[in-house]
């Protein structure tokens, strides 16, 4: 089945890439929820958290490293910004490839909606 974000990883779908090496790719997404809203994505097709391996450990904490650099880079970081990702539908997983959602530029409300 065709995938969102490996098609926007692969270059088959336009979206706005801001960060890209070898394992990982960030883009803005599409219906953004606050003034700095990224999606961090692995270049590997995972579906969701629960499908993440022991061997995928140092590609999950690459996401979280590029993160930061997105954070920095836009300027949110020393203000506060939010890491989300959704893991199945109930949570508000709609895409089936793993992403980490960098969220900031306002102030988060907590508990999350
Ligand atoms: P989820 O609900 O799975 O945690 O997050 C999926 C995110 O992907 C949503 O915030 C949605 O706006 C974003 N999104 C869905 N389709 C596209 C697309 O084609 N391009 C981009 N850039 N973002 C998308
Ligand atoms: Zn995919």
Redesign the pocket.
Known sequence: MAC?FCE?VERK?P?KIIYEDQTVTA?????PQAPVHV?VVPKKHISTNLDIEEEDSPLAGHLLQVANKIAKDKGVAERGFRLVM?CNPES????FHI?L?VLGGRFMQWPPG
């Open positions: 969102l926007i779908r979206a883009f803005e997404d599409i219906n999606l959704n508000g997983q709609t895409v992403h959602h």
